[in-house]
């Protein structure tokens, strides 16, 4: 099979990480919640996650990185411990579900929500974004990097944006986090949200919040910490308070090792091994009469590695059906969980084919892909 679904979670992952979680479960006791040698050593080892993750993304403190199940996870308690009692947040029109149905959940208690129009132009976008802001306005969420088309949004200006209105901004760093370098602390970015089993090659199951605000989010979960435990109350102090429940053990050690991998590897090195395998697709099919791209030609500087396009006249699901079952390649269709991104290119209805290759993509399953679609869009 040639893997291109390295979006919906990188496949396969590295030695190291696979080792890392093996190694885990064969020996791991309950971190934080023992004095003896086996939960102390599991506890040094999330602890070592921690560090690694605040030097990588600039959390600031080691208790400003909060573990997680995911980067939904990660977005739903910034956007509920900031919105929960009301107010209004400005996003951009390439947002995931993850950001749009908890806003949505919250507009019986008073939330609202702009969507701003993204533009190919920066300028344009940093102006759309200041336009939409309100009196209001609680919380600024915009994704890093679209997790359909694959463009760069212009984040870094606009939390400069959000700085100077003295608005609390959140990234979505779902398709960028491993692929371009992240400094929350030098960017201003006050929570950055991201999974962990994408491009920083960590298991399933793992996410990542790093908040350099903890103080402005409440818990959606309470429980057992391991920490102050006669007190009914929830710890007030971070990572604790936001971090209830046996932690993912195994998948932590993992998503350790999988920062190691993106660390020893790079991120430029990372992001353009993708752009070239994106564009060298690009680069096949672009003139090929039936095949429909929506986005110009990767360049590493405004497009992560992600690239969606469509056979004119074939519904998005019959080609990627025709990719697995034909042809052996996996991609995703339909609207990836982003109807605002599919609805701005005019694809809500058809969605769109994406590939998304990892750093252990090669040229060779790029050109077999290529030519599979070729193949399609010649002969259906
Ligand atoms: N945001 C974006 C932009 C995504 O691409 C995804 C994953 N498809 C998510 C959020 C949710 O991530 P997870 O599945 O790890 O919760």
Avoid at 138 to 167: D, E, F
Avoid at 187 to 203: A, I, N, Q, R, T
Avoid at 211 to 226: H, V
Avoid at 328 to 351: E, K, N, Q, S, Y
Wanted: charged residues 20%.
């Amino acid at each position: 099979m040639i893997y291109l679904d390295n979006a919906a979670t990188t496949y396969p992952k590295p030695m190291s990480v696979r080792r890392a979680v093996s190694g885990a479960i064969s020996s791991g006791a309950n971190p934080g919640r023992g004095g003896h040698k086996m939960s102390v050593s599991a506890s040094e080892q999330i602890y070592k996650c921690r560090v690694k993750a605040a030097e990588m993304f600039g959390a600031g403190s080691v208790e400003n990185v909060i573990f997680t199940p995911g980067c939904t996870y990660s977005v739903n308690m910034v956007i509920k411990g900031i919105l929960g009692s009301g107010g209004h947040a400005v996003i951009s029109d390439m947002e995931h579900n993850a950001v749009v149905r908890p806003l949505k959940a919250l507009e019986s208690r008073g939330v609202s929500y702009t969507a701003v129009t993204v533009s190919e132009d920066d300028n344009e976008t940093i102006s759309s974004f200041r336009d939409a802001l309100r009196p209001d306005t609680r919380l600024v969420v915009c994704t890093h990097v679209s997790n359909v088309w694959g463009m760069r949004l212009p984040v870094g200006r606009i939390a400069a944006l959000c700085r100077q209105y003295g608005i609390p901004i959140m990234i979505d760093a779902a398709q960028s986090a491993g692929v371009f370098p992240i400094n929350a602390e030098e960017s201003g970015f006050d929570f950055v949200c991201m999974p962990g089993h994408k491009g920083l090659y960590g298991p399933m199951g793992t996410g990542l919040l790093i908040a350099r605000r903890p103080e402005l989010l409440s818990t959606i979960i309470e429980g057992g910490t391991g920490s102050a435990s006669r007190s009914p109350e929830q710890p007030d102090f971070p990572p604790d308070k936001f971090e209830s429940g046996t932690p993912n053990y195994a998948g932590i050690v993992g998503l350790s090792a999988g920062l190691d991998f993106v660390k020893a590897t790079g991120e430029s090195r990372i992001l353009s091994h993708e752009t070239a395998l994106t564009r060298a697709f690009y680069d096949r099919l672009s003139r090929e009469e039936r095949v429909i791209f929506y986005t110009p030609r990767p360049d590493a500087r405004r497009f992560g590695g992600v690239l969606s396009f469509n056979i004119r006249g074939m519904d998005s699901e019959a080609a990627a059906q025709y990719l697995s079952q034909r042809a052996g390649i996996a991609v995703r269709a339909g609207l990836h969980c982003a109807p605002l991104a599919h609805r701005h290119f005019g694809t809500l209805d058809t969605g769109a084919v994406r590939i998304c290759p990892s750093y252990f993509t090669t040229m060779n399953e790029i050109n077999a892909a290529a030519s599979a679609v070729m193949r399609l869009a010649r002969n259906s």
